[in-house]
Nanobody, 118 residues
Framework: QVQLAESGGGLVQAGGSLSLSCAAS????????MGWYRQASGKQRELVAI???????NYTDSVKGRFTISRDNAKNTVYLQMNSLKPEDTAAYYC????????????WGKGTLVTVSS
């Protein structure tokens, strides 16, 4: 009943920037926190950044100071600004949303690929 659609992935050289967006549709009133995860080839999916509805954020250590997560509740959209990209940032990036009441229920997008060349 909630759909997430990511966009903005692509190919960029090391040191460059990309901006990802994720638009939510459907029963968006049920969404609390939102986040970005990534999964590199052959590795487990990991949390990149999360943001609550009130704007509190958290980042994995490897992206602190380089990535910024934000959201626009009026537009039902979450963003991830990625600067100073490194080859190790190469991964499929997935948007995630947490149910407002049932905190163990999550919605997922289908992902957008980010490739950082060296």
């Amino acid at each position: 009943q909630v759909q997430l659609a990511e966009s903005g992935g692509g190919l960029v050289q090391a040191g460059g920037s990309l901006s990802l967006s994720c638009a939510a549709s459907g029963r968006i009133f049920s969404i609390n926190a939102m986040g970005w995860y990534r999964q590199a080839s052959g590795k487990q999916r990991e949390l990149v950044a999360i943001i609550t509805r009130s704007g509190s954020t958290n980042y994995t250590d490897s992206v602190k100071g380089r990535f910024t997560i934000s959201r626009d509740n009026a537009k039902n959209t979450v963003y991830l600004q990625m600067n100073s990209l490194k080859p190790e940032d190469t991964a499929a990036y997935y948007c995630n949303a947490q149910h407002r009441i049932m905190s163990d229920v999550y919605y997922w997008g289908k992902g957008t690929l980010v490739t950082v060349s060296s």
